[in-house]
C-alpha cells in the first residue's frame, strides 16, 4: 500500500509500509520517513503545516503549523494555523483550519493579511485548555509580537485572547518549552538581536520576565534529554534560504538564568552547511513502546529558490541523536528512514563529567552586557513610543 507525497520537483510514490500490516496497526516508531516530501492527507491533499510541532495525546499525535503560505504583498503569508492527526506519524487526518487569522486577529494594526509564523500548540493542565502561541505581526513586521488563542479542545475552536510584545520587547521567530510539572516558558528573537527566553505566566497568556539569553537566531526549540541538560537548536538569520544549524546547551536544572554555551555545528557531511536544505522548527520527543526516547529534528524545506517557491515548501524530519561522547547531539542525515532504526543509538552515553565535553562559549560578560543595555535601551525606546497591547474586545 503507498501514498503519494509531494516535493518541489515531482510527485513520488513511496512504499509507506508493509502490505501485511493495516495502518492501524503500524507504531509511530516504525514509520517510513521521507525528509524532503510532503504527506498527504485522508483527502489526497498535501499537508501544510509550516513552522509547527507536534503534540502528543494519548495514542494520536496532532501536527500543528501555518496553512498554505501564498505570495501576498512581496512575501509569503499564511491565513492561519492547521491541525492533522494520526496514530502512526505517517497516515494523516485533517481536522481543519483551527484558527483564522483573518477573520479572529481584525484588532490587530495594518491588517489584514496578518503574518502568523512558528505556531506552538501547549496544554494547560491547570486551566484545562489548550494555548496557541505564534508570531503575530502585519506584513512588513510593523507590529512583531505575539498571538493568543486559547481552546477547551484541541480541534478548537481557538478563542483569540490578544496579541502582546512579551516584557515590552519586539519578538520575532518564537518556539515554546513546557517543563513535567507544567511551568512553560516562551524562547523568542527580539528584535532580530539575541534569543531571550521569559517565562510564561500560570494561564501562558503572558509572560513574566526575562530569565535567559543566548545569541542571535531564530527557529528557536528547546529540548530536554535529562534533569540538568537543556539544549536549544536554532538556525541563523538567512531570509528563506537555508543554513548551517546550531546549538546551545545549559547545565541547569531550570530555564530561570541558564547559561547557554554554543556546541559544534549538529551536521555532519554533505548538505550540513545548509542543516540538509531546512530550517529547524521543532524537537520532538518520540517515546517508544520500550521507553526509548528518540528526539526527531522539524524542519521545513522552504524552497525559496525552487520550482514554485515557498509555496512548494516541503518537510525534512531527522533523528537527532546523542554523541558517543557526550558532547551533545547530531542530526543524523538519511534519505529515508524509520524511528525504530535508531533504537540503540537514541540511548545517552555514560559520561561522568558530561560538562567536560561541552565548550564554554556562550555569552561573555561584555556581551551579557551588551544584551542587558539593549533590553533597558529597547524597552525606554517602546515605552516612549507608547507601546501598547492589542486585545480583543468582549
Not at 520576565?209 to 539544549?231: C, H, M, N, Q
Amino acid at each position: 500500500m503507498g501514498v503519494i507525497l509531494r516535493s518541489p520537483f515531482l510527485f513520488v510514490l513511496v512504499l509507506v509500509f508493509a502490505s501485511a500490516l493495516a495502518s492501524s496497526e503500524l507504531l509511530a516508531e516504525d514509520a517510513l520517513i521521507v525528509p524532503g516530501t510532503t504527506p498527504l492527507d485522508q483527502n489526497g491533499l498535501p499537508v501544510q503545516a509550516h513552522g509547527g510541532g507536534v503534540i502528543r495525546l494519548n495514542d494520536t499525535f496532532f501536527w500543528y503549523g501555518e496553512s498554505l503560505k501564498r505570495p501576498m504583498l512581496g512575501d509569503f503569508l499564511s491565513e492561519g494555523v492547521n491541525l492533522y492527526s494520526s496514530t502512526n506519524l505517517m497516515t494523516w487526518t485533517f481536522e481543519g483550519l483551527i484558527f483564522n487569522g483573518t477573520e479572529q486577529m481584525q484588532d490587530m494594526p495594518l491588517g489584514p493579511p496578518f503574518r502568523i509564523e512558528r505556531p506552538k500548540i501547549l496544554y494547560n493542565a491547570a486551566y484545562g485548555q489548550f494555548v496557541l502561541l505564534f508570531h503575530a505581526d502585519t506584513p512588513t513586521f510593523s507590529f512583531p509580537s505575539v498571538g493568543v488563542a486559547v481552546a477547551a479542545d484541541i480541534r478548537g475552536p481557538y478563542e483569540w485572547v490578544r496579541a502582546f510584545k512579551p516584557d515590552g520587547l519586539d519578538s520575532y521567530d518564537m518556539g515554546v518549552f513546557q517543563e513535567d510539572d507544567g511551568t512553560a516558558f516562551l524562547v523568542r528573537s527580539i528584535n532580530n538581536d539575541f534569543l531571550g527566553i521569559s517565562q510564561l505566566t500560570p494561564n501562558y497568556t503572558d509572560t513574566t520576565g526575562l530569565v535567559s539569553v543566548a545569541p542571535r537566531g531564530e527557529g528557536p526549540s528547546i529540548f530536554k534529554p535529562t534533569a540538568k541538560d537543556y539544549y536549544l537548536i536554532a538556525s541563523h538569520l538567512t531570509y528563506w534560504n537555508p543554513n548551517p544549524p546550531m546549538l546551545f546547551h545549559a547545565s541547569t536544572s531550570s530555564l530561570r538564568a541558564a547559561a547557554w554555551h554554543n556546541l559544534t555545528v549538529p551536521a555532519r557531511g554533505e548538505g550540513a552547511n545548509t542543516t540538509y536544505n531546512s530550517q529547524s522548527s521543532f524537537v520532538f520527543p518520540l517515546v517508544f513502546a520500550d521507553g526509548t526516547v528518540l528526539y526527531i529534528y522539524m524542519g521545513d524545506r522552504w524552497n525559496f529558490a525552487g520550482p514554485g517557491s515557498v509555496e512548494n515548501a516541503t518537510y525534512v524530519w531527522l533523528p537527532l541523536l546523542p554523541n558517543e561522547d557526550g558532547s551533545g547531539y547530531t542530526l543524523q542525515h538519511a534519505d529515508s528512514w524509520r524511528p525504530s532504526d535508531y533504537r540503540d543509538q537514541a540511548w545517552l552515553p555514560l559520561v561522568n563529567d558530561r560538562a567536560a565535553h561541552l565548550a564554554n562559549t556562550g555569552l561573555s560578560a561584555a556581551e551579557q552586557a551588551w544584551v542587558d543595555s539593549l533590553v533597558a535601551s529597547r524597552k525606554k525606546e517602546q515605552t516612549g513610543n507608547k507601546t501598547v497591547t492589542i486585545a480583543a474586545s468582549t
